[in-house]
């Protein structure tokens, strides 16, 4: 009887895991990627070149960052996910989790 209760937190744990896959490199500059444009949509820059250069420009200062990103859990959506998503708060809460 007492490994009944025990039940509920195994379906929990196996759910999380659910429709989730490690992150690749391609899944990581994505993230990146997409806050850049975000940042500088809402900074008012639209000169593609200035686009292109800040995006190289934080990839080589966030290399670091996008090796510890590569392997972890992300949901299977997450390409669709960071295509509507308008802020990074809603890619940190609604793509990341």
């Given amino acids: 009887m007492g490994s009944l209760r025990w039940i509920p937190f195994v379906w929990v744990i196996a759910a ?15 993230i990146l990627h997409r ?12 000169d593609p070149v200035l686009h292109t250069r800040w995006q ?4 080589r200062r966030f290399a670091l960052d996008l090796d510890r ?3 972890r859990k992300v ?8 295509t ?6 809603e890619i940190a809460h609604g793509c990341l989790d």
């Fill in 16 to 30: 999380s895991n659910c429709n989730r896959h490690p992150a690749n490199a391609d899944d990581c500059e994505a």
């Fill in 35 to 46: 806050l850049v444009e975000i940042e500088l949509s809402e900074s008012g820059y639209q």
């Fill in 56 to 59: 190289q420009d934080v990839v």
């Fill in 69 to 71: 990103c590569r392997g």
């Fill in 75 to 82: 949901p299977n959506s997450l390409r669709a996910c960071l």
């Fill in 84 to 89: 509507k998503a308008s802020n990074s708060e």
